[in-house]
């Protein structure tokens, strides 16, 4: 019985340059995938991770600096030539063959013979579950069907990357979770090295080894999942993934990457991560925000401006001379009314200085 | 890696493959300087300016081995291709502008054809394997990723236009130069270009008749206006008003596609001409005589209207089915009444139609040749002028050469004045998604202002084609209306002999030489035109607008314009084909080039990039791609094109009738030929026929086409509703003018 296995390699970018006319599409960026670990490209639309996915894939071809694929130099080499495959976002199903002939379409160009071909693409099927539909026109299947038929039709060839391009943007919510829990674990199981471009942070978060967020054709922040959420590298990142809110704050001194902070009567101690005195920025995330009642020690005074109740936790909006904050609390039961007085409470591993 | 491999190995190859062939398709063929190929001509040291191609040619075998990344490859290859193609081009030219006898020349390059041949078939492999060397060079440079099949397709279709499109135009326009005595004179030029027969406005302050460029222009126009508004009327009625029988009106846009232009021509005489039935019923009711007031512009109004309405049409219900009903819905919700959503929302969005629409109808105005020649009596246009400087007694090339850079110059003046109107602005209603909501109807004035126009014109249309088929069984139209069957006896009687079957009509040979001319062509247009589309469509590369300009510019150049090209550039060395089927054959390649190039525009657009992509990233290569995703996916395109560009040849006059010969003649020149003679009866009869075999293959399609297997989902975008295109004119179903 054949089986699917890994040819996972690494992934390099030396200095990559992406010009459409006068238009920089992506800048510079150099990057390195591990073999076998499955990393997102994350970005709001237009910052670039699209055309870096298809850079990749041999689908756009860079302007300026060199790409590699374990250790060969693809850079000039058309996406034929390329031991990568790829899942788009429409599946690209081809309309006129059926599930069976889909999945064999790429063996048949990779010279095994016609009874290889036939059990690789079995094996493949089976691995997505499809094996009984193989005679289907890509028309007669449900949405996440087509999509795992697109799985398996880039798995058989054993890519050394294998590359998705927002795989999950044409289904429904629930089935969203579940797909993405399968993709996990495929890569996993089999060791892939996976190239991962969405716009959905939650999506990001729950997949990745690492995630590396794009901002206007550049690398915002590149890190493992929780890296990114507590400790965003600045202001886009933060409010990027997840919310966040950006208040201006003074570092007082520094001593052995202890800062010490004030904001306006709130004082608090945070990691420095490497800067010096003066103005700076700090990030919160909503959930980590505390309410109290005014006059609290260490608080920063508001008044509640708006209270929604959304069933599992409330929103709340703060004014305070900072500007406006946005709270998230799970006290459901809280008695909180637009209008109250309350005082913002920091808990020590809320807050990070950011660059701006 | 394999492919590019197999594509390497097949390199050098290429380079031998003048020797090969040459040996392969004569065997043990003589030594005779006729026949032989370039290489042994130069072995027996004869015509030693060809060995320098030979030596070429064995260039590449010098890069055998070397791998494509190799920094020396592309540059070689691309030093070999360039040097060969000019040495090519200029022993070609040089050889002729030198003045060697004309026969000695095509002694010279004649190689394997005893029909009066330039450069041969073996010339021809050595231009397109020097060709292919360049576009590999490139390729191997990494242009396009380094895709040979794209590059090559390029440097393909390129070249193809620049030899039978460019280079005609350009030795035209060199010929209007030259005098009778063969010398360059502007003087005369100038004075041919200026001229009053021309440009005289005499018909304004009284005189008797206005230059011929005037009446043209005065005719494309208003042929241009009145058909644009004659096909929004039709479209209207059958897009806005509830109108329950649209498959009738859908119908009429099948007429210009399947009646020779001149067929109308010829209508319009039957029923208005001196001794038309209109004419003779007047005359004998109501007492009011017989003029000839059909002959001149009113007639060819009423016939070219007739002819290009339903080109407008056709044109006009895919825009106003493109609007999107949304913003119409938009607009009413926003207390706007149907009126004033019509006159705000709906008219403006559907500029660029119009613009296209008119467009249409003007360049075919201006190319229509046959009606004219029927119906324009004292009323001359550059088009039929053209045909006489160069047929009549006068055999007058540069006067037939300024003529046709007259037309050229006002089709190609209303092309671009198109383009720089509709230029920037996007008048896209709708992306890719699919747009639920219903058109309104028209408010109810409008509404029945549009039913009588279009009521009206379709009732007219029809009496025109009953005329038609009743007036080929009629003895002698107007002298005697009882039936008979001569004429279709007299065009297409059968007999037996000793033989077999014996094609005894008159009317015979031309017919078969259509059918078989319209056949062979078709698939070559076709192919050109859905290989240019793919480029087109799914190609980036640099001066791709100039390509796209460059393969469109054919549907604005008139067919009479290509034809008296075609004669002045082809008749000479290096490439001598006038006199031979293969002239036709070209000729309706590149007039029909843009239909197969819309169509497959048109149907690719609406296939999903990403499943040419996603072929490639499977390791396919972009041909094998194209073979085994593309080409099955636009199945119905191909037929399509297949079947309008043998259609489109079959009804085709302008062009053709400077290129037939007593060989080669074809059923539309042969009618026209019946109509100087006033053989009205068979000149009808045969249109008869041929309207009828063209229905069949249209209807034949039709049923192939509907049963189609693939599923709906993923290729069957056409439901989602875009306005046509800005860029350049919707393809040009109607017959070539």
């Known amino acids: 019985m054949t089986r699917i296995r890994s040819n996972a390699a690494s992934v390099t970018f030396d200095r990559v340059t992406k010009k459409y006319g006068a238009f920089t599409a992506v800048k510079e960026m150099s990057l390195q995938i591990e073999a076998g670990k499955l990393v997102t490209l994350l970005g709001p639309s237009g910052c670039g991770k699209t055309t870096t996915l298809r850079m990749i894939a041999g689908l756009e071809m860079a302007s300026g600096g060199r790409i590699l694929i374990g250790d060969t130099d693809v850079t000039r080499l058309p996406a034929t030539d390329r031991d990568v495959s790829m899942v788009f976002q429409s599946y690209a199903l081809f309309p006129h063959m059926t599930v069976d002939e889909n999945v064999e379409y790429g063996l048949r160009f990779s010279g095994f013979d016609k009874k290889e071909v036939l059990s690789r693409a079995r094996a493949g099927l089976d691995l997505v579950g499809l094996a009984a539909l193989g005679k289907r026109l890509p028309s007669e299947l449900s949405g996440g069907q087509q999509q795992r038929v697109a799985v398996a039709r880039a798995l058989v060839l054993e890519p050394q990357v294998l590359l998705f391009d927002e795989p999950l943007s044409n289904l429904d919510a629930k089935l969203r979770r579940h797909v993405r829990e399968e993709i996990r674990d495929l890569q996993q199981s089999l060791g892939l090295t996976v190239v991962y471009v969405t716009h959905d942070q939650e999506e990001a978060l729950a997949v990745s080894d690492r995630i590396i967020v794009m901002s206007e054709g550049e690398v915002a922040q590149d890190g493992a999942p929780r890296d990114l959420y507590d400790a965003p590298a600045n202001a886009f990142v933060a409010d990027f993934i997840g919310e966040a809110n950006i208040l201006d704050c003074d570092v007082v001194s520094v001593a052995k990457d202890v800062a010490t902070v004030t904001l306006g009567p709130v004082n608090l101690k945070l990691p420095a991560r490497g800067r010096g005195e003066g103005p700076a920025k700090l990030a919160v995330r909503p959930n980590r925000l505390e309410i109290h009642a005014q006059g609290t020690a260490n608080t920063l005074p508001g008044t509640l401006a708006k209270v929604t109740y959304v069933g599992s936790h409330l929103e709340l909006m703060v004014d305070t001379e900072r500007g406006a904050l946005f709270a998230v609390t799970g006290d459901v039961d809280a008695e909180l009314a637009p209008g109250a007085a309350v005082g913002i409470g920091f808990p020590p591993r809320g807050p990070v200085l950011i660059n701006g | ?737």
Not at chain 2, 49 to 56: D, F, K, S, T
Not at chain 2, 680 to 689: D, K, L
């Open chain 2, 1 to 737: 890696m394999l492919v590019g491999w197999a594509g390497f190995a097949v390199l050098p190859w290429y380079g031998l493959d003048r020797g090969l062939f040459s040996a392969w398709m004569l065997g043990g063929y003589p030594l005779k300087a006729s026949t032989a190929p370039a290489l042994f001509l130069n072995l027996q040291g004869l015509k030693l300016w060809l060995a320098p191609m030979g030596v070429l040619l064995l260039l590449p075998l010098a890069l055998w081995g070397r791998r494509k990344s190799d920094p020396l490859f592309g540059p070689a290859l691309i030093a070999i291709g360039a040097a060969g193609l000019a040495w090519l081009a200029l022993q070609g030219f040089g050889i002729g502008l030198r003045g060697f006898q004309w026969d000695w020349l095509t002694a010279l390059f004649g190689e394997l054809d005893d029909r009066q041949f330039g450069m041969g078939w073996g010339a021809l492999l050595v231009a397109g394997s020097f060709l292919f060397l360049l576009t590999l060079g490139i390729a191997a440079r990494g242009a396009i990723g380094g895709d040979e099949f794209v590059v090559g397709s390029i440097g393909f279709v390129i070249a193809v236009v620049a030899v039978f499109i460019f280079m005609p135009i350009l030795q035209m326009l060199a010929s209007a130069l030259i005098d009778q005595d063969g010398n360059y004179s502007l003087s005369i030029f100038l004075s041919k270009l200026f001229s009053a027969r021309l440009w005289s406005l005499d018909c304004v302050t009284g005189g008797s008749r206005c230059g011929v460029a005037w009446n043209s222009l005065v005719l494309a126009v208003l042929v241009g206006v009145l058909t644009t508004l004659l096909g929004l009327v039709f479209a209207l009625v059958l897009t806005r008003t509830g109108f329950r029988y649209g498959r009738v009106l859908r119908a009429l846009t099948v007429l210009p596609i399947i009646t020779p232009p001149f067929v109308i021509g010829l209508a319009i005489i039957l029923l208005f001409g001196l001794s038309g039935a209109v004419t003779q019923t007047l005359d004998s009711v109501f007492g009011l005589p017989a003029s000839r007031w059909v002959y001149g512009l009113p007639g060819l109004l009423i016939a070219q209207l007739l002819a290009f309405t339903p080109i407008a049409f056709l044109v006009l219900i895919g825009v106003v089915e493109g609007v999107s009903p949304s913003m119409e819905e938009a607009s009413q919700t926003l207390r706007a009444d149907r009126w004033q959503t019509f006159w705000n929302v709906t008219l403006p969005l559907m500029r660029p139609g119009l613009a296209n629409a008119f467009l249409l109808g003007f360049i075919e105005s201006m190319a229509d040749f046959g009606n004219p020649l029927v119906l324009g009596g004292n009323f001359d246009v550059l088009s039929t002028e053209i045909f006489f400087a160069i047929v009549g007694a006068q055999y007058d090339q540069a006067q037939a050469a300024v003529l046709a850079i007259v037309l050229l110059f006002f089709t190609l003046g209303a092309f671009w004045a198109q383009r720089f109107w509709l230029g920037r602005k996007s008048y896209t209603t709708v992306s890719g998604k699919g747009d639920s909501g219903v058109h309104p109807h028209l408010p109810d004035g409008l509404k029945f202002g549009v039913y009588a126009v279009a009521g009206f014109w379709t009732l007219f249309t029809l009496v025109v084609y009953a005329t038609i088929f009743y007036g080929s069984f009629v003895t002698l139209w107007g002298v005697d209306f009882s039936l008979t069957l001569s004429h279709y006896v007299k065009a297409f009687a059968v007999g037996w002999n000793e033989f077999g079957i014996h094609w005894r009509g008159a009317a015979w040979s031309s017919f078969f030489t259509t059918l078989q001319i319209a056949l062979v062509s078709a698939l070559p247009t076709a192919a050109i035109g859905l290989l240019t589309a793919y480029l087109l469509v799914r190609q980036r590369f640099a001066g791709k607008n100039a390509f796209e300009f460059g393969t469109m510019l054919s549907f604005a150049i008139p067919g009479t314009v290509i034809g008296v090209s075609y004669v002045i550039a082809f008749n000479v060395p290096p490439i001598e084909l006038t006199g031979t089927g293969i002239i036709l054959v070209v000729s309706f390649i590149f007039r029909n080039m843009p239909v197969g190039v819309r169509a497959g525009v048109a149907s690719m657009s609406q296939i999903d990039k990403s499943l040419d992509e996603s072929s490639l990233t499977l390791g396919a290569s972009s041909w094998q791609s194209f073979r085994t995703v593309i080409l099955p996916l636009l199945r119905p395109a191909i037929l399509a094109a297949l079947v309008y560009s043998f259609v489109r040849a079959m009804t085709a006059i302008s062009a053709i009738i400077f290129l037939v010969s007593a060989r080669y003649d074809m059923s539309t020149s042969y009618i026209v030929a019946r109509v100087e003679n006033n053989e009205y009866g068979i000149a009808i009869a045969y249109s008869t026929v041929l309207i009828a075999v063209m229905l069949a293959v249209i209807g034949i399609m039709q049923l192939v086409v509907g049963t189609r297997r693939i599923g709906r989902r993923g290729i069957d975008l056409s439901q989602s509703r875009t306005n046509v295109s800005a860029s350049g004119p919707a393809p040009a179903m109607g017959a070539g003018g």
